[in-house]
């Protein structure tokens, strides 16, 4: 059984940047790929990031260049970080755990096993 608790959401300006955080417990998280998603009202659920037990990771093109999402195994630890935020990022982020995938990543959250219970980001106009 794998825990994850995020951290980091907030309101923040257009232009501004937060960093997220989801510390994991139980399982092996140096195994683990690991992906944030993130969900609009009335939008499913979307890939945002993800990070492989390898260290590769993977980009929606909607964030890539302004996202980067990294991993401290000493810490079971995943981290977003989100520089010039937009409106459109608005959204409730949630962290998730893949158990079964080493070396790959996936951008499919029905590949997830566990997931966080999200935090909000709001991003001011």
């Known amino acids: 059984q794998v825990q994850l608790v995020e951290s980091g959401g907030g309101l923040v300006q257009a232009g501004g940047s937060l960093t997220l955080s989801c510390a994991a417990s139980?399982?092996?998280?140096?195994?683990?790929?690991m992906g944030w998603f993130r969900q609009a009202p009335g939008k499913e659920r979307e890939f945002v990031a993800a990070?492989?037990?390898?260290?590769?990771?993977g980009y929606a093109d909607t964030v890539k260049d302004r996202f980067t999402i990294s991993r401290d195994n000493a810490k079971n630890t995943v981290y977003l970080q989100m520089n010039s935020l937009k409106p459109e990022d608005t959204a409730v982020y949630y962290c998730?755990?893949?158990?079964?995938?080493?070396?790959?990543?996936?951008?499919?959250?029905?590949?997830?096993?566990?997931w966080g219970q999200g935090t909000q980001v709001t991003v001011s106009s």
């Open positions: 990070i492989s037990s390898g260290g590769t990771t």
């Open positions: 139980g399982g092996t998280f140096s195994n683990n790929a």
């Open positions: 998730a755990a893949n158990i079964r995938s080493l070396y790959t990543y996936s951008r499919t959250p029905t590949q997830y096993d566990y």
